[in-house]
């Protein structure tokens, strides 16, 4: 399969604690985006890291990407119980195609 | 962020006919659309990648044939699921970007459902 994997599936947390989630791709790529989705709505937006860049912030997001491990990491600091969605990373292949691929996505619960 | 509008939201059509589902970037051009599908509690799943004024490079295992994607302008990609069946029930989304290095922004979604 082209798509990448997340791990963990699904994740339950405290309102308050670090959410670490993580995704390993299997192509050479142009860069990588992380989103958002509430069940059943369309995707928004977090973040992307461009393939020459190791590390992002923006609020209360962290992004790391390893091109060498084919790996990439989103931690949420500081959860809110409005952070419950899914999260998936998506890479952009470098090849002449430029698609997006998502992974499998990581299911988050935060309890208040 | 950018607004990409996906019309319709839901639409519940009989087996055998056709259906259309429209994707605008309203205010930016969009030289790449995707259409993806997506079943409860899994991912996206790329269909196919439409390059505006060019026809749609679609993945392995879509039928061409029968899920019809146009891309006529910078700002207006429709998929169209011929001779809908049961089993094309499902969440359809589509996504828009300027540039390979640019984010892609998403439509709201289509449940399509097949009875």
């Known amino acids: 399969s082209q798509q990448g994997e997340e791990d963990p599936q699904a994740l339950s947390i405290q309102e308050g604690e670090n959410a670490t989630m993580n995704c390993s791709y299997k192509?050479?790529?142009?860069?990588l985006q992380w989103y958002r989705q509430n069940s059943g709505r369309g995707l928004v937006h977090l973040i992307l890291?461009?393939?020459?860049?190791r590390e992002k912030h923006s609020g209360r997001l962290r992004v790391t990407l390893d091109t060498s491990k084919k790996s990439s990491s989103l931690l949420i600091t500081a959860s809110r119980a409005a952070d419950t969605a899914s999260y998936f990373c998506a890479t952009v292949w470098m090849d002449s195609s430029y698609k997006l691929i998502f992974g499998s996505g990581t299911r988050l619960l935060v309890r208040p | 962020g950018a607004v990409v509008s996906q019309h319709p939201s839901w639409v519940i059509c009989k087996s055998g006919t056709s259906v259309k589902i429209e994707c605008r970037s309203l205010?930016?051009?969009?030289?790449?659309m995707f259409w993806y599908r997506q079943f409860p509690k899994q991912s996206l799943m790329l269909m196919a990648t439409?390059?505006?004024?060019?026809?749609?490079?679609?993945e392995q295992g879509v039928e061409k044939d029968k899920f019809l994607i146009n891309h006529a302008s910078l700002t207006l990609s429709t998929l169209t699921v011929t001779s809908a069946h049961p089993e094309d029930s499902s969440f359809y989304i589509c996504?828009?970007?300027?540039?390979?290095?640019?984010?892609?922004?998403f439509g709201q979604g289509t449940r399509l459902t097949v009875v």
């Open positions: 890291i461009r393939s020459n860049e």
């Open positions: 205010d930016f051009q969009a030289t790449t």
């Open positions: 996504s828009a970007r300027y540039g390979p290095n640019t984010e892609a922004f």
């Open positions: 192509t050479s790529i142009n860069n």
């Open positions: 439409s390059n505006e004024g060019s026809k749609a490079t679609y």
